[in-house]
């Protein structure tokens, strides 16, 4: 087993809702690497690691790269140990980036609402 407070890839997956193959694919490309790992080689994950990794979870829908994913997850880390003008203001336009993504994908579900519309129509 793990130290204490530490979970192994299976019950992160179940909490994050993700797939192992994602959580080892973050892990191959440098972007969400495990906090340590057991003396059998099992990846062991802290709670902070989990914030990470639905940070990146939250990012993925709206489209964001990988370099822009583990630029946010340095700007947080970085702000989380004091004030950073150049972070701050990356993430400031990162919030911008994500509404005008946010906007687009709201756009699609309307579509695919107008579109399952008229298959009801065409059914009745």
Do not use: C, N
């Amino acid at each position: 087993m793990g130290a204490p407070g530490t979970m192994q890839i299976g019950e992160v997956a179940a909490r994050t809702e993700l797939s192992l193959r994602s959580l080892r694919h973050w892990e191959e490309v440098g972007l969400l690497p495990p906090s340590g790992r057991s003396e059998g080689g099992f990846r062991l994950y802290t709670e902070a690691d989990v914030e990470k990794i639905l940070l990146v979870r939250r990012m993925k829908p709206l489209g964001f790269s990988l370099e822009e994913m583990r630029q946010v997850l340095a700007d947080v880390a970085t702000l989380s140990a004091g004030d950073d003008p150049d972070a701050r203001e990356r993430l400031r336009s990162i919030g911008e980036e994500t509404d005008v993504r946010r906007a687009r994908l709201v756009r699609q579900v309307e579509m695919a609402d107008e579109f399952r519309g008229l298959v009801e129509e065409w059914l009745a």
